[in-house]
């Protein structure tokens, strides 16, 4: 969940402090970026991997790493003038250039309540793989979902 009053934050810290306020729970934050002196630290143990970066180079960096460690990797992915998105697994999931790098994609806010309903799809598929084992994936614009896989 990002919300305007946190653009141009820390996501991690955005992030943890929105759970924490929203569900009373502790989070710790790690607020480092992801390279690939850090990976193995930062996911070496984890059993699940959602990425919802926003650069095609990292993008890349976690793909491989899910990869080489067999490691289930669900992808939210948005386009950077926020008009479509996709939540996909990692074998469906082909990370795109980025047409300029770094271009903000919640400049002004506008898309940030689909920004919304892209975060609630990751966080449903997600939960249905660690409840059931069965992996979804979806194409979505701010007026549609469409499963395709």
Not at 21 to 33: D, L, N, T, W
Not at 95 to 106: H, K, L, R, S
Not at 120 to 143: D, N
Request: hydrophobic share 45%; glycine share 8%.
């Amino acid at each position: 969940m990002h919300a305007r009053m946190w653009t141009g934050r820390n996501k991690a810290q955005a992030l943890k402090e929105f759970l924490q306020g929203a569900f009373a729970r502790f989070v710790e934050a790690v607020p480092h970026r992801l390279e690939s002196t850090n990976i193995r630290m930062l996911l070496g143990d984890a059993t699940l991997v959602i990425d919802c970066t926003d650069n095609a180079a990292t993008r890349c960096l976690i793909q491989s790493f899910v990869r080489e460690n067999n490691i289930p990797c669900l992808h939210g992915a948005v386009s950077a003038d926020g008009t479509f998105g996709r939540v996909i697994w990692d074998q469906d999931f082909v990370p795109d250039e980025e047409g300029v790098a770094g271009a903000p994609t919640c400049e002004g806010g506008e898309a940030l309540p689909f920004f919304a309903l892209m975060g609630a799809q990751v966080a449903l598929v997600a939960q249905q793989f660690l409840t059931t084992g069965r992996r979804f994936s979806y194409q979505m614009t701010p007026t549609s979902l469409m499963r395709v896989a």
